[in-house]
């Protein structure tokens, strides 16, 4: 089942009940943690649907920066810092949204809405250099395993994926794979696990200079392989542990190979 152009899209009733939920949330953190009615700032849509790749809303990723007066607080108690910050965004959500299920879980405070839609909402802190300036890296909690902090760094990723699924680049045909390959996930081997940041590497990786025609383009046979074949045969001459985050070059779990490689045999 091969990739259509512009499929899977996310309807705007949906999009605007995503924005909304979106607001009221961020505005809710805003006013714990920065004294502030903002419904925007502070916040940015994070994972599959902030990379444009998203085709359902059961996983919708919010990262929300904190001060980093905050930061040092959490990192100086005793015992798990993280999971206490997780309870702490937790508590601001809660107060907006008293009756839906709002629970931690890892790196996120989970908000599940009864009809399906999930929000994972990620506290971050700007990561400060050497000379008090911010790296375009997060600070993120991970309170498993007694806590830890680790480091993300989206918008690298974000500005990445757009580039190259930019008209002189791969002319959307990048966003289309991935949802494509997502959809096939859903629908033929959904009880596997595929996460979207393994799906967007590779295909970020493995495109190459395959793209949608553009104006006054004509279809050419080239070597006779289609897009599809070419991406099989680009997973079959790679290895899980040489997946790397576009733009930010950060190393993928690669847990679910084997799942894509069911997927892009799916495919061809």
């Known amino acids: 089942m091969g990739v259509l152009r512009d499929n899977h899209p996310i309807d705007s009733d949906t999009r605007s009940l995503i924005s909304k939920r979106y607001k009221t949330i961020t ?84 908000v599940r809405f009864s009809d399906g839609m999930k929000f994972e ?31 993300t760094e989206p918008k690298a990723e974000q500005n990445a994926m757009a580039y190259r699924n930019g008209y002189w680049e791969s002319n959307g045909l990048l966003m289309d794979t991935c949802k494509h390959i997502r959809y096939l996930r859903s629908e033929h081997f959904s009880s596997y696990h595929l996460s979207g940041i393994l799906i967007d590497s590779f295909v970020y990786s493995a495109i190459g200079g395959w793209h949608w025609l553009r104006s006054g383009e004509e279809r050419s046979n080239g070597n006779g392989v289609t897009y599809e074949q070419s991406l099989l045969d680009y997973y079959n001459s790679h290895c899980s542990w040489l997946v ?25």
């Open 121 to 151: 909402i990620l506290p971050a802190f700007q990561k400060i250099d050497y000379w008090g300036n911010w790296d375009g890296t997060y600070i993120y909690p991970d309170s498993n395993m007694g806590g830890n902090w680790l480091t």
């Open 27 to 110: 505005k809710a953190v805003n006013g714990d943690f920065w004294n502030s009615n903002s419904e925007t700032a502070h916040s940015r849509y994070v994972g599959s649907y902030g990379r444009g790749t998203a085709i359902n809303v059961s996983d919708l990723d919010v990262l929300v920066e904190l001060p980093n007066s905050e930061y040092s607080h959490f990192t100086s108690l005793s015992g798990n810092g993280p999971s206490r910050l997780l309870q702490a965004v937790k508590k601001a959500i809660r107060d907006t949204y008293p009756r839906t299920d709002i629970h931690g879980d890892g790196q996120v405070v989970v």
């Open 244 to 268: 790397f985050a576009p733009g930010s070059g950060m190393k993928v779990d690669g847990d679910d190979w084997d799942v894509l490689g069911k997927v892009l045999k799916e495919m061809v």
